[in-house]
C-alpha cells in the first residue's frame, strides 16, 4: 500500500546542483518524518537529511550541511532534497524512507552521478 517514488537523479559536473523528488502513496504524509538516505558505491547506506512532520524541523548529515535542503510539500504528497555545491563524493543511490513502528518503506532510488 505505502509507496515512495523518486526521481531527479542524473549525471552532474561537480558544483552544479539537482533536485530530487519523493512521491509517496498510501499513508497519511503529512502526520509522518521523512527521510533521505544514500548508498555511495562499495559503501553502506547512510543517513542525508530528515525533515518533522509538524515543525518541519531538519537534521542533516554533517558532510551535506550547507549544501543540502530537505524540504516537504504535503498538499503534494512530495518530499524534495535540494542538492547544491556538489563534489564527486556525493555520487549515490539516493532514497526517500518513511517508517513506523517495525515497518519500514523505501523508495526504489534514484542514481545521482557526479563526475566531470
Known amino acids: 500500500q505505502v509507496q515512495l517514488v523518486e526521481s531527479g537523479g542524473g549525471l552532474v559536473q561537480p558544483g552544479g546542483s539537482l533536485r530530487l523528488s519523493c512521491l509517496a502513496s498510501?499513508?497519511?504524509?503529512?502526520?509522518?518524518?521523512l527521510s533521505w538516505y544514500r548508498r555511495p558505491p562499495g559503501k553502506d547506506r547512510e543517513l542525508v537529511a530528515a525533515i518533522t512532520a509538524l515543525s518541519e524541523m531538519t537534521n542533516y548529515a554533517a558532510s551535506v550541511k550547507g549544501r543540502f535542503t530537505i524540504s516537504r510539500d504535503n498538499a503534494k504528497n512530495t518530499l524534495y532534497l535540494q542538492m547544491n555545491s556538489l563534489k564527486s563524493e556525493d555520487t549515490a543511490v539516493y532514497y526517500c524512507?518513511?517508517?513506523?513502528?517495525?515497518?519500514?518503506?523505501w523508495g526504489q532510488g534514484t542514481q545521482v552521478t557526479v563526475s566531470s
Open positions: 498510501g499513508f497519511t504524509f503529512g502526520a509522518h518524518a
Open positions: 524512507y518513511v517508517g513506523w513502528f517495525e515497518d519500514d518503506y
